[in-house]
Each structure stands twice: as structure tokens, then as C-alpha cells.
């Protein structure tokens, strides 16, 4: 049986000032639409009943999660102790979805893509799903790049190792952090590269057992909680060796060093909305090349501006001027404005409100 966790974690500070800590990009609707954890779902509906998915959250955003969800999912949106990143998360997912089920396959699904069309991603997910359940495989999904992207990490592939649901799956040669211009264009143009969607299959004891060869800090950590599962005190011992385990991303932990590793080329679109610059993509532009969104009925008014993104969570007007290339969002506490060409740079200012002692806006 399939198992899917959905990791929901980040803080989306690219997103500021809509993004909060307690309020994560994945609780909002910026790509149109429902929240993005509402679409996560939706496109898991008919794979993975409600009954096998778990959400792995943090504590600041544990209650808007659950309130955002349907309420059969409540009891099982979880909260990790400390953020430490997606292989610990992974980790513990494994844990407990091997506690639940021995032998499952699970998938680890970020909460805040966009994907579609669904039912070409829930073919591929079953693929990948029966190719990690008869093969022990270790599956993450390759995203075709359309242009040579430096904001994402790659993954290159070897050889074709088999077909499976009419999909072609590869061996898995190296995971690359994100590249430079010359590098991101030398890789599309030889090809075999894929972006690194963050998405993976596997079998959650072979995920284990695959920690416990590569990362034997991160193990002695799931050891110790498994001996606690079941028990009174699972909570009081999440709580104390949780925080203990090693920093780190599952791709370095694991995928990296594993002989198990495929890649399976998505047979869908896929965008991880990294900043505000991605709205454009899923909003259609208005007169002048401009995208304003306004999920509570604002409105936006404009004379004479050219390629703005605007968005505004309330029934709030903004009226542009004379501007070009500029995203700004507009929120009761905090309003954002800079050049759309720099909205990467929006997790440096979130930085500095932090230093500055201005953390109630963050």
C-alpha cells in the first residue's frame, strides 16, 4: 500500500511579507486557486486515501496547517521538534510510516509545488511506486529543464535501467548543487540532466536501512525513537532526541551515496515556486505585460506601468504609476517593494528585519 508524507515545514521567506513563519506559503493561495498544501492533496485523491497521508510540519505553523486542511487529515498533520532539514524529516517519516505499515512504500511530497496535469502525475507516482515496492529502489522524480536554470539543483542520468507503466526509468549518475549561467547552459545543451523536483518513492524500511548505511549519526537518532514508538513516553522522546539529529538534505545524506537511486523524467509540469518572479506563470498578465492577484477581492488600478506583479491578501486597492519590473504586496503589517529581478534576494531582507529585532513581522 502507498503511504505519502507531505512535507510543509518551510517558512517560504521568498513569499514575505504574505509568508510568515506561522503563516507558510503552503497555507496561501498564490498560484490561484486553493492553498497550495489544498492542491497537494487533491492531487494525491484516488492514489492515497486519507487514512495513509501524514503531514510533517513545524511547531509555529502546526495549528494553521491543521485548520487549513479537511478535518480527517487533523490528526495526522505532526509537528517536528526543530526544524533540520528534509533528510532527519525523511527519517522520521520513514519511521513512522514503517511503524504503521511494515513493508510500505512511501512517497515524500513538498506542499508547495505546482504540478499538473494531476492525473499524469498520480500515473507516475504509481509507477514510481511499484518500481521502488519489486525493485528496492530509492525513485526521485527528474524535471525535463526547459531552460538552463540556475536556481534549482540537477540530477544526471545514466543509463536506462527499465520501463515501467509505459514510463522510462534511469540510473541515478550524480546530484549537483545549484550551477552557475555557463554551467546550467552546458548541461541543457548536452542533455541527461534533469532539476531536482524534490520529490522521491521508496520503500520506507529500505530508506532505513539505507540511513543506517550512510548516515549512522541520523540512525542512532531513529533507533532510539522507534524504541519509544508506542509507548507514553514517544512524545518526551521525540522531544529530546529529535533536535539531535544531524543537519542535512536527504539528496547529500542519502541519494547521493546510494547504489538504489533512479530517476524517473516527470511526465508532467512541475514549478516549485521559488519567489514572487513565478507568478506570472500561472496568472494570465494583464494589459501591459502586469499580474496582480488579489485572493480576498483587492483591486488593482494603473496608469502608464509596465511588467509589475502586485498582490495583496484583503480588499485593499493599489494604484501604480509609471513603474516597470517591480513586485509589490501589500499585507495589514508590512508592505514589500523591489525589483522583480531581485525578489531571490527577499530571504537577505527577512534576514535583516531578524537582526534588526524586528521579528514580529517575520
Known amino acids: 500500500m502507498l503511504h505519502a508524507v507531505i512535507m510543509a515545514g518551510g517558512s517560504g521567506v521568498r513569499f514575505w511579507p504574505a509568508s510568515r513563519k506561522a503563516r507558510p506559503k503552503q497555507v496561501l493561495s498564490v498560484a490561484g486557486g486553493s492553498p497550495l498544501i489544498l492542491q497537494a492533496l487533491d492531487r494525491l485523491e484516488g492514489l492515497v486515501p ?77 509507477a514510481a511506486a511499484a518500481a521502488a515496492r519489486d525493485r528496492d529502489a530509492l525513485v526521485t522524480f527528474g524535471i525535463p529543464p526547459t531552460f ?28 549537483r548543487e545549484k550551477p552557475g549561467a555557463e554551467t546550467a547552459a552546458r548541461w541543457l545543451e548536452e542533455g541527461g540532466w534533469f532539476w531536482n523536483s524534490g520529490i522521491f518513492v521508496w520503500k520506507a524500511a529500505v530508506l532505513l536501512e539505507e540511513i543506517r548505511r550512510h548516515a549512522p549519526d541520523l540512525a542512532l537518532v531513529m533507533e532510539t525513537l522507534a524504541k519509544a514508538w508506542g509507548s507514553p513516553h514517544w512524545e518526551e522522546a521525540l522531544e529530546e532526541h529529535f533536535p539531535k539529529a544531524p543537519r542535512g538534505p536527504i539528496d547529500k ?17 512541475w514549478d516549485d515556486l521559488g519567489s514572487w518572479r513565478s507568478l506570472p506563470s500561472h496568472h494570465p498578465a494583464g494589459e501591459r505585460g502586469n499580474t496582480a492577484v488579489f485572493p480576498a477581492g483587492g483591486r488593482h488600478v494603473d496608469l502608464d506601468s509596465r511588467d509589475l506583479v502586485v498582490f495583496s491578501q484583503d480588499e485593499h486597492l493599489v494604484a501604480t504609476l509609471g513603474l516597470e519590473g517591480l513586485t509589490i504586496v501589500h499585507t495589514p503589517d508590512a508592505t514589500l517593494v523591489c525589483p522583480t529581478e531581485r525578489a531571490q ?18
Open 345 to 362: 534576494e527577499i530571504r537577505d531582507l527577512v534576514r535583516l528585519l531578524e537582526e534588526k529585532g524586528m521579528e514580529k513581522y517575520t
Open 148 to 175: 538552463p536554470a540556475t536556481g534549482y539543483g540537477y540530477i544526471q542520468s545514466g543509463d536506462r535501467a527499465f520501463g515501467e507503466k509505459g514510463l522510462d526509468f534511469y540510473q541515478v549518475r550524480t546530484f
Open 50 to 126: 486519507p487514512g495513509r497521508i501524514t503531514i510533517l510540519t513545524s511547531r509555529p505553523q502546526l495549528e494553521v496547517i491543521r485548520r487549513t486542511v479537511p478535518e480527517e487529515i487533523r490528526p495526522r498533520v505532526l509537528a517536528e521538534p526543530v526544524p533540520r532539514d528534509t533528510a532527519p524529516c525523511a527519517a522520521l517519516a520513514a519511521l513512522l510510516v514503517e511503524k504503521a505499515e511494515p513493508g510500505a512504500v512511501m512517497a515524500l511530497l513538498p506542499a508547495d509545488h505546482i504540478i499538473a496535469p494531476a492525473a499524469a502525475f498520480r500515473e507516475a507516482l504509481a
Open 253 to 269: 545524506v542519502v541519494m547521493e551515496k546510494t547504489d538504489r537511486g533512479l530517476v524517473l523524467p516527470a511526465p508532467f509540469s
